[in-house]
């Protein structure tokens, strides 16, 4: 009896926190149940209906068991038996074990343990067993609580204790690698910065990682994204190129960390960086900022271990023809990757440009920063994904005001200038419908929308403009578009 009823109490306290969990990080619980979150109303659907359905199985288990209420019980039995039953008949439908999962185990077993305390309680109430004494049983609750936080706290202060979590956590860390993202089953793409040039607490500033073939490719080397990279395990010495799409601050200034990093994990030459002309300035200039930091890894690890040859960067400026439009110039091609440079206008930048993957079948254009520009829609046509980047017109127009009225004139003018050379998210879903993409993903935010209220005012519009599908990105985002297939599937890096 009281072992059931504490097995009803766990499964109780596990569905309230999946519960308040899907209400507080809906994005971060749906990875965990294979879930994809498209859009606002995707978002406001994972929290509002998983959220309130594990609520209920937490309210009907926890109200059931210590109210000593059968009714609720059952009633959670029910609702979880026929969660079952839709798994089973996912899995008549589509054959795949996988339609029914590990949760089966989970709900089967609370199912059993529901009815088991049920009938328990049926027999105890039958023989009218002693009257329930509330006090006795918080006071006996509350000391055991006691004892095992107490217990914890004894063993969290414990060297032994501490030193063997340490050593575990150091040895799930080095062994975690994201290898598997580099696979040749699909052309993947992750936004490993979300933000443009204003600060935001959780996103680095614009970076995107194309994967496939064994090799990563990094769009823009925005501040704070190589952190991003390392935190995800990609293995950076197999970086096939850095594609620099301008060289706004906000692109680039990663591109140090990137080159270092990517060297000390062993890559085994000179990382390319391509660019329009004028990266062979930007790479010299990083180059030299780096030459001392290099000298000394090398005089401390000896240069077989950290060859210097290979730990520099290496320009590879991109010349676009100017005859016909739209101007695109392909700078990689292996005969399954195709990599292609789409000139932009992000007036008076120049150059900048946009680039295109195709990947046996598969294709992403990553727009760069650019004002609505038929040639890119042009050169767009048909990709399965374009990720875009996405300025809110208004929100920039009001800090304009603000930074105005708060004697801040200098901020002010800038805020009004760059209004003129971005996209809006609506003209991005208009390029989008316009090029027949299966995908819009909104990346380079700006103003960076970090909380549930600015991200609904910062896509404002697109739902009526866009026909088709699209997701706000953030640091972590992943898309990956499996060969054979048409599909798209939203995710998030596991790491
Ligand atoms: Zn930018
Ligand atoms: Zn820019």
């Not at 059952?74 to 996988?98: E, M, Y």
């Not at 027999?123 to 002693?130: G, T």
């Not at 501490?162 to 040749?184: H, I, M, P, Y």
Request: glycine residues 8%; charged residues 15%.
């Amino acid at each position: 009896m009281r072992i059931s009823k504490a097995i009803v109490t766990l499964f109780g306290a596990l569905f309230g926190a999946l519960g308040v969990g899907f209400w507080l990080a809906p994005e971060r619980l749906a990875q965990r149940f294979d879930l994809q979150a498209l859009g606002v109303a995707g978002l406001s659907t994972l929290r509002a209906d998983m959220g309130g359905a594990f609520l209920t199985l937490a309210f009907l288990c926890l109200v059931g068991a210590w109210m000593k209420r059968r009714a609720l019980l059952i009633a959670a039995a029910g609702v979880l038996s026929l969660i079952v039953v839709g798994r089973i008949l996912a899995f008549a439908i589509t054959g795949s074990p996988a339609a029914m999962g590990a949760n089966m185990v989970v709900e089967v077993a609370a199912v059993i343990a529901l009815l088991v305390h049920a009938r328990a309680l049926a027999r105890m109430q039958a023989a009218e067993a002693r009257p329930v004494r509330p006090v006795r049983a918080l006071v006996i609750g509350a000391l055991i609580i006691g004892a095992l936080g107490a217990g914890l706290s004894v063993a969290a202060h414990n060297p032994k204790v501490q030193d063997a979590l340490v050593a575990k956590a150091v040895r799930t860390q080095v062994q975690r690698t994201n290898k598997a993202l580099l696979g040749d089953d699909a052309l993947r793409v992750a936004i490993c910065g979300s933000s443009a040039p204003l600060p935001s607490p959780d996103r680095a500033k614009a970076c995107v990682a194309v994967m496939a073939g064994g090799k990563v490719y990094i769009v823009d080397s925005g501040p704070e994204s190589t952190k991003n990279l390392m935190r995800w395990s990609l293995p950076l010495d197999q970086v096939g190129g850095v594609l620099l799409t301008h060289f706004h601050s906000d692109h680039i200034g990663d591109l140090g960390e990137l080159n270092l990093q990517s060297w000390v994990q062993g890559r085994a030459a000179p990382m390319p960086v391509y660019g329009g002309p004028g990266v062979e300035q930007v790479v010299a200039g990083f180059n030299a900022a780096y030459a001392q930091d290099e000298v000394y890894r090398v005089a401390h690890h000896t240069a077989q271990l950290l060859p210097p040859s290979a730990g520099t960067m290496i320009a590879r400026p991109i010349a676009m023809p100017t005859e016909a439009q739209p101007h695109t110039a392909v700078l990689l091609d292996d005969g399954r990757m195709r990599i292609t440079a789409i000139e932009t206008n992000h007036a008076p930048v120049k150059p900048a440009y946009a680039y295109r993957f195709d990947y046996r079948g598969r294709s992403v254009v990553i727009t760069g920063d650019t004002t609505a520009w038929a040639p890119l829609v042009e050169a767009s046509r048909g990709a399965d994904v374009m990720v875009s980047e996405a300025m809110n017109r208004e929100m920039v127009a009001a800090l304009q005001k603000v930074t105005g009225e708060t004697g801040r004139p200098r901020v002010s003018h800038i805020m009004h200038d760059i209004q003129s050379y971005h996209l809006s998210p609506t003209e991005a879903a208009t390029m989008a419908n316009a090029a027949g993409v299966k995908l819009l993903v909104f990346y380079h935010l700006l103003p960076a929308p970090d909380n549930a209220v600015l991200r609904t005012v910062f896509t404002r519009g697109v739902d009526e403009v866009r026909k088709g599908r699209w997701d706000l990105s953030s640091d972590g985002s992943l898309y990956t578009l499996p060969v054979g297939s048409t599909d798209v599937l939203v995710g998030r890096v596991a790491y």
